[in-house]
């Protein structure tokens, strides 16, 4: 039972240690052939050039140029506008989002509610998703092999500034095609309460002809985060097929001046993340979806541009989608629809189909224990520990019986083992079967101690990807979703749990195994966790203070049963006493201390 025990918490240590090793995340498929026109995954549209007109000019940027067929305009450089640009400001208490009437771009997206941590934030720094020069929800158009960049071209909006209130706001951009029949506008819908945009639009002068629209999401999202490396470690484009798979795609792995489609399609999403935050792309419920998504390599870090394309049917009446740009909140994510909430991969991939939904049940939990019980998540945490070996506890008690009875049978066990230690099978074959005669399974006193690793590791990535727990701080702890910085936690986590193990092993046979894993398995842990969420270390060490008691009482009542088996302290663990009264009941009468013997 020692080994057994052993050896799973050792592999579980190994596990968590070397994951990125062991699983490393799928190899992406091989670059595609240049940018042919025509977003990969989409069927082709209708034949179609547009108007020669465009194609002889009439627009004086190069962007408004229709190209020939089977190329495609230059795509303006980022953060590129001309000095005529103005910028339309929508304002709500969640957000502020300015976009430019230079391609009805998208360029500043501040979350109010949301601190910025990144190391040179000025005190009272909001959160910014987009980069430096960066913008989102640029278009353009590709009708056939032709494609039109809208980037360049100045839109006239509805309003210069949109205070969003209860009712909800709009904002509009249109822009006529100079030398040309089309016109195009969009149109974005904007909650006071939410950060989804529904998005509209289309454009008009094709007649019946389907189309192609390819929306940006710009580069990837800009870091807010105190530990950069992570946040950035975590930069990712993310997608979910019509099948119902969700792959990502880690920026850091697309190279400068690299062009890849993303592997499938079509979507019903793509989202760029980073470790808390989010901006994506819903297709409707009854669309096509999303044709496919390519990425292109720039020169800059954990970047990459990232273009979405949503095929318009020929007839269709425009395009319609619906945008995200905020929190990775789970709440909000789910009432988007088409699983976003799934955008975030929870664990280890082998481990996905038991992590996502445990974690989704804890989180809800200890959420619903802030909000009813109005304590801190600090507070939450503790309580949580607590309330999780109470309610382990029976199987704990389980786990003693099952201990009791094969200490038990142990003398039995050790004259199989030593009659029949020639023949491997054979003392396989009578240990079994004196298992079965005594109704003992021999793991039963092992896997119930199991049972808290679960919950460890789900916290352990709960912790890692919780918006939650962003900035949250507790007692002298700056940040429950990072390390102590003191490191006290870990090393009171530590120290219950080498308490826990050496209360554990009284009453107990012990060998060099179990003593090795009283002692050094604590330290371990201890040095583990200290790079670890802060609150992951303080459930924990709640849940082995909460524990003590229980164990006191479970080894307790281990010493009376090998006390009531007649086990002396040679047996490894019994006191004396227990010994002692059952060779005073093996010898007759109790002799009384200090009087001699009665002679006849």
Known sequence: MEKRLFLAIAMMI??????????PPVGLPPSMPPDSGVIDGLGEPERRGLDSSMAEGGASDAETTAVSPGQTSPAPAPGAAPSTDEVVVVRSELYE???????????????????????????????????PGDSAFGYRVAVGRDTLSLGGLAFEPSTRDLQVGDGGGELRFSTEIEGSP????????????????DVE????????????????????????????????????????????????????????????????????????????????????????????????????????EIEASLPVRAGAAGFAFVAYLGPQDQVRLQAVGQYLHNVNPFGWRWLQWFIRPFG??????????????????GWVLILFGILSRVVLFPLYQKSMRQQMKQMAIQPEIKKIQEKYKDDPPKLQQEMMKV?????????????????????????????QNTI??????FLWLPDLSLKDPLYIVPFLMGGSMLLLNWIGQRGMETNQQMKMFTYVLPVVFTFMFAQFAAGLNLYYAASNFASLPQQLYLARERRVARGATGAGPGSGGGDDSSGARSAGRRGGKKSTPGKRPRRR
């Open 182 to 197: 089309l016109t195009f506008s969009v149109t974005y819908r904007f909650v006071a309460d939410d950060y989804r945009i």
């Open 360 to 377: 989704a049940i804890v989180t809800s939990v200890l959420q619903w224990m802030h909000t009813t019980f109005g304590l801190a998540y």
């Open 468 to 473: 939650a727990f962003r900035g949250v701080p």
């Open 435 to 463: 298992y079965k005669e005594n109704h003992i399974n021999p793991l039963g006193g092992c896997l119930p101690m199991l049972v808290p690793f679960p919950i460890l590791i789900t916290l352990f990535f709960v912790f």
């Open 14 to 23: 190994g596990v968590m240690i070397l994951s990125n090793v062991i699983f």
């Open 201 to 304: 639009g289309g454009l008009e002068g094709l007649g019946d002809a389907g189309y192609a629209l390819l929306a940006t999401l710009g580069r990837g999202l800009k870091s807010n985060e105190a530990v950069v490396r992570e946040d950035r470690g975590q930069m990712a484009v993310v997608v979910r097929e019509r099948t119902g798979a969700i792959s990502a795609t880690k920026l850091s792995s697309i190279e400068a001046g690299e062009s890849r489609p993303v592997d499938g399609g079509p979507f019903n999403w793509a989202a760029a993340k980073s470790k808390y935050f989010l901006a994506a792309i819903v297709s409707g419920e009854n669309s096509p979806g999303l044709g496919g998504v390519r990425l292109r390599g720039v020169d800059e870090p954990d970047a990459a």
């Open 97 to 131: 989002y300015r976009f430019s009437t230079r391609g009805a771009r998208l360029v500043g997206a501040r979350l109010l509610a949301y601190p910025n941590f990144a190391p040179g934030a000025a005190p009272g720094e909001v959160v910014e998703l987009l980069r």
